[in-house]
């Protein structure tokens, strides 16, 4: 079993600044990606970035130039810094990862409980 501890959200106000982040531990074998996804009441969950075991990092449209994803594989870490912030960035965030555990063949994907980000003045 894999399991995805997430910290940080709260309040901030637009313009202002919040930093996430999540705790992969247990049966880690292989990380195929760890990230970030939102979810606002109503609609699908989407991305906002995420990380390759390779090191590839992805961001969507709306997170370029204002977030920055990192992960220290050290510590099974993934940190998301959130800069700039706007009231259209208030949701819930969900940590999530595709890890194959030892002795498995097949990857699965993993969230954490979420954390709710609130983007207001």
């Known amino acids: 079993q894999v399991h995805l501890v997430e910290s940080g959200g709260g309040l901030e106000q637009p313009g202002g600044s919040l930093s996430l982040s999540c705790a992969a531990s247990?049966?880690?074998?292989?990380?195929?990606?760890i990230g970030w996804r939102r979810q606002v009441p109503g609609k699908e969950r989407e991305l906002v970035a995420e990380?390759?075991?390779?090191?590839?990092?992805e961001y969507a449209e709306t997170a370029k130039g204002r977030f920055t994803i990192s992960f220290d594989s050290a510590k099974n870490t993934v940190t998301l810094q959130m800069n700039n912030l706007r009231p259209e960035d208030t949701a819930v965030y969900y940590c999530?990862?595709?890890?194959?555990?030892?002795?498995?063949?097949?990857?699965?994907?993993?969230w954490g409980q979420g954390t709710q980000v609130t983007v207001s003045s």
């Open positions: 999530y990862a595709d890890v194959r555990e030892w002795g498995q063949v097949q990857f699965a994907d993993y």
């Open positions: 247990g049966n880690i074998g292989t990380l195929a990606f």
């Open positions: 990380v390759s075991g390779r090191g590839n990092i």
